[in-house]
C-alpha cells in the first residue's frame, strides 16, 4: 500500500530564513507527487508537482522540490520565507498508472513564521 | 473564472439528522472529488467521480454516507444519520482528468454534529 509520511507536523522559522518540509513515500511503483498548501479558513491550492523529467521543480511563491527516487523523499523548501508563507503544507501521491485522482496525502506540516 | 463553490460554509447540526453538503466544480472540468479533513485522520478522500460516474468510493466511511453526481455541473454528499464523529471539514476538488491534473479545491463546509 502506498503511504506518504511527513516527518514534522510543526515547523517554526523566522522571517527570511530558509526551510525545508520534509515528505518520504512508499509506493511499489512509480508515482507522480505534489505539494499543496491550505491557508487558514481556506481550500487547499498546488504549489508545484513532479509528474517526470527534471527533479527539481520549481513551484509557485519561491517554493520548490527536489524528488529523490534512491531516497524516496519530495523534500519541499523555500530560501528565505515571508510572514504570508504561514500556513499548513500537504505533501500528496498519486500511482503512475493506477487509478487516477486517488491522491494520497500527508499528515500536513504546519509551518509558522515569526518575525 | 469561479472556483469551486461548496455550500454551506458551515453546519451545525444534531445528532441523527440529515445533513446534505453541496459542491459545483470548476466549468469544464470532469473530475470530481469529495475529502474529509479532521484532526485525527487528516486529510482523507471520500469518493471521486468522472464524468459524473463514480470511480472509486472506497473512502466512504459506511452506508450512512452517499454521494451523488447529477450532471457535471453539481454534486452532493448526503450523511443520514448525522453522528458526532462526522464532525470535519468537507472539501470539494474538481481537476480536468483525474490525478495528473491540479486539482481545484473549494473552501469546504465545516460540519459539526452535536
Known amino acids: 500500500a502506498q503511504s506518504v509520511t511527513q516527518l514534522d507536523s510543526q515547523v517554526p522559522v523566522f522571517e527570511e530564513a530558509p526551510v525545508e518540509l520534509r515528505c518520504n513515500y512508499s509506493?511499489?511503483?512509480?508515482?507522480?507527487l505534489f505539494w499543496y498548501v491550505q491557508y487558514p479558513n481556506q481550500g487547499l491550492q498546488l504549489l508545484l508537482k513532479?509528474?517526470?523529467?527534471?527533479?527539481l521543480v520549481k513551484g509557485i511563491n519561491g517554493f520548490e522540490a527536489e524528488f529523490n527516487k534512491s531516497q524516496t523523499s519530495f523534500h519541499l523548501r523555500k530560501p528565505s520565507v515571508h510572514i504570508s508563507d504561514t500556513a499548513e503544507y500537504f505533501c500528496?501521491?498519486?500511482?503512475?498508472?493506477?487509478?487516477?485522482?486517488?491522491?494520497?496525502f500527508g499528515k500536513g506540516t504546519k509551518l509558522s513564521v515569526k518575525p | 473564472d469561479a472556483g469551486v463553490i461548496q455550500s454551506p460554509r458551515h453546519e451545525v447540526t444534531e445528532m441523527g439528522q440529515e445533513v446534505t453538503l453541496r459542491c459545483k466544480p470548476i466549468?469544464?472540468?470532469?473530475?470530481l472529488f469529495w475529502y474529509r479533513q479532521t484532526m485525527m485522520r487528516g486529510l482523507e478522500l471520500l469518493i471521486y467521480?468522472?464524468?459524473?460516474?463514480?470511480?472509486?468510493d472506497s473512502g466512504m466511511p459506511e452506508d450512512r454516507f452517499s454521494a451523488k453526481m447529477p450532471n457535471a455541473s453539481f454534486s452532493t454528499l448526503k450523511i443520514q444519520p448525522s453522528e458526532p464523529r462526522d464532525s470535519a471539514v468537507y472539501f470539494c476538488?474538481?481537476?480536468?482528468?483525474?490525478?495528473?491534473?491540479?486539482?481545484?479545491f473549494g473552501p469546504g463546509t465545516r460540519l459539526l454534529v452535536l
Open positions: 476538488a474538481s481537476s480536468r482528468a483525474g490525478g495528473l491534473e491540479t486539482q481545484y
Open positions: 509506493s511499489s511503483v512509480s508515482v507522480y
Open positions: 513532479y509528474l517526470s523529467g527534471s527533479t
Open positions: 500528496a501521491v498519486s500511482l503512475y498508472g493506477g487509478s487516477q485522482g486517488n491522491l494520497i
Open positions: 466549468s469544464g472540468h470532469n473530475s
Open positions: 467521480f468522472n464524468n459524473n460516474v463514480p470511480i472509486d
